[in-house]
């Protein structure tokens, strides 16, 4: 598996600055997020082949889901939870309309 050179994606982008953001500002360690994301992407490989795009993300997600779950940031429930809500926003929303989650 290779690593990325660049986001095919924004949201890639957006997991990659967040998980940055979060270390920076002292939620994990950099080595705790390593072993993590490690730890699943070895995970993964042991199922089948990498492709080194859609699985490498899928995996940093993965990850980082788990960190911010065992450190009490967002539990994993509360995420999708979250992820849900956006996704029937984003789905109601008119093409070039701001997306809004109802508070």
């Known amino acids: 598996m290779t690593t990325p050179a660049q986001f095919d994606e924004p949201w890639q982008a957006q997991l990659f600055a967040l998980t940055v953001a979060l270390n920076e500002a002292g939620h994990f360690g950099w080595?705790?997020?390593t072993a993590?994301?490690?730890a699943e992407l070895k995970a993964r490989g042991a199922v089948r082949e990498l492709d080194g795009g859609a699985?490498?993300?899928a995996a940093w997600l993965v990850a980082l889901e788990g960190?911010?779950?065992r450190s009490g940031m967002a539990a994993r429930g509360e995420a999708e939870r979250v992820r849900a809500d956006w996704e029937r926003a984003y789905l109601a929303?008119?093409?070039g309309q701001p997306v809004r989650l109802e508070g």
């Open 36 to 38: 993590a994301f490690g």
């Open 93 to 95: 929303t008119p093409h």
């Open 67 to 69: 960190l911010l779950d």
């Open 55 to 57: 699985d490498y993300w």
């Open 31 to 33: 080595t705790d997020w």
